[in-house]
């Protein structure tokens, strides 16, 4: 018994000395490099209704290993069209309309797969349109809920969606929260392209789209670049076109099908995102 009680005592200092360097190895983890998280498996898409106490009812994607880490992850905000809108306080069927399009649908399809992890953020809007400021309340509220890398908030919407994408950077300027923003058949006020050039943009647009004409784009575009942004905004048109510009954005069959009198579409939105960052 003595002979066992004195290994034991050996044993014990040896544990507890690689129990805290595993915890200072995974501590000095720097995660703010992407390529230090963790390889995004499948996570979980989960539904929060509408209530008194947010601003939206809204989806949300964790990574997997979301809960296993401390690690602060990208968030991906995307705004829905006209089509999906609904108020899960009076019907909570009505938000899974959210996931009929664009990421939230690729999620549910598990077709879903940038090369860093994300966080997806998905609201539903229940009322006339999107709100830059009641957005930016919004976005707030969340970096409290979540391990959110600060620097790398990232933005895009469809149709009302798109709009809603210009309408959240007019409406914040300099104290937007996002790094890169991907607006898809949308538009907006060209006097507002002063409150835009601080942001990389790159917007995407079908020239027969019936509902939103391509212009819409062009001109927010045109406007933004006449005042000289830190990063030139980039505008993709695809040929012969509708409506539907976002379908082979957001999954990235349209790559190499765009006109070439505008930019090329030659990678994936989400690679383009991630290579920016939020200046301090």
């Given at each position: 018994?003595?002979?066992?009680?004195?290994?034991?005592?050996?044993?014990?200092?040896?544990?507890?000395?690689?129990?805290?360097?595993?915890?200072?190895?995974?501590?000095?983890?720097?995660?703010?490099?992407?390529?230090?998280?963790?390889?995004?498996?499948?996570?979980?898409?989960?539904?929060?209704?509408?209530?008194?106490?947010?601003?939206?009812?809204?989806?949300?994607?964790?990574?997997?290993?979301?809960?296993?880490?401390?690690?602060?992850?990208?968030?991906?905000?995307?705004?829905?069209?006209?089509g999906e809108k609904g108020n899960s306080l009076n019907d909570t069927n009505s938000l899974k309309k959210v996931l009929v399009n664009g990421p939230p649908r690729l999620i549910k399809y598990k077709k879903w797969s940038p090369k860093y992890p994300m966080i997806?953020?998905?609201?539903?809007?229940?009322?006339?349109?999107?709100?830059?400021?009641?957005?930016?309340?919004?976005?707030?509220?969340?970096?409290?809920?979540?391990?959110?890398?600060?620097?790398?908030?990232?933005?895009?919407?469809?149709?009302?969606?798109?709009?809603?994408?210009?309408?959240?950077?007019?409406?914040?300027?300099?104290?937007?929260?996002?790094?890169?923003?991907?607006?898809?058949?949308?538009?907006?006020s060209t006097n507002s392209a002063s409150k835009m050039t601080t942001v990389p943009i790159w917007a995407f647009h079908g020239d027969s789209d019936g509902t939103v004409n391509v212009s819409n784009s062009i001109n927010m575009i045109t406007a933004i670049n006449?005042?000289?942004?830190?990063?030139?905004?980039?505008?993709?048109?695809?040929?012969?076109?509708?409506?539907?510009?976002?379908?082979?954005?957001?999954?990235?069959?349209?790559?190499?099908?765009?006109?070439?009198?505008?930019?090329?579409?030659?990678?994936?939105?989400?690679?383009?995102?991630?290579?920016?960052?939020?200046?301090?």
């Amino acid at each position: 018994m003595k002979k066992h009680f004195v290994v034991l005592l050996f044993i014990l200092p040896i544990m507890a000395f690689e129990n805290q360097s595993c915890k200072k190895e995974i501590a000095s983890v720097d995660y703010s490099n992407l390529n230090n998280l963790p390889k995004d498996t499948g996570g979980v898409q989960r539904a929060y209704f509408l209530n008194s106490s947010i601003e939206y009812g809204y989806y949300i994607y964790t990574p997997s290993g979301y809960e296993k880490n401390t690690a602060n992850y990208p968030l991906l905000l995307f705004l829905h069209g006209s089509g999906e809108k609904g108020n899960s306080l009076n019907d909570t069927n009505s938000l899974k309309k959210v996931l009929v399009n664009g990421p939230p649908r690729l999620i549910k399809y598990k077709k879903w797969s940038p090369k860093y992890p994300m966080i997806v953020l998905t609201p539903q809007c229940h009322e006339g349109g999107w709100d830059g400021k009641k957005l930016h309340r919004f976005l707030t509220y969340i970096q409290t809920k979540y391990r959110i890398n600060t620097l790398r908030i990232y933005l895009t919407g469809l149709s009302m969606g798109g709009y809603g994408t210009f309408s959240y950077l007019a409406a914040t300027g300099d104290t937007s929260y996002i790094a890169a923003a991907v607006p898809i058949c949308g538009g907006g006020s060209t006097n507002s392209a002063s409150k835009m050039t601080t942001v990389p943009i790159w917007a995407f647009h079908g020239d027969s789209d019936g509902t939103v004409n391509v212009s819409n784009s062009i001109n927010m575009i045109t406007a933004i670049n006449a005042l000289k942004p830190i990063v030139k905004a980039k505008i993709t048109v695809y040929p012969s076109v509708g409506h539907d510009s976002w379908s082979r954005t957001y999954d990235g069959s349209g790559m190499g099908t765009e006109k070439s009198d505008y930019d090329a579409f030659n990678t994936s939105i989400y690679d383009w995102m991630f290579s920016y960052t939020k200046n301090k």
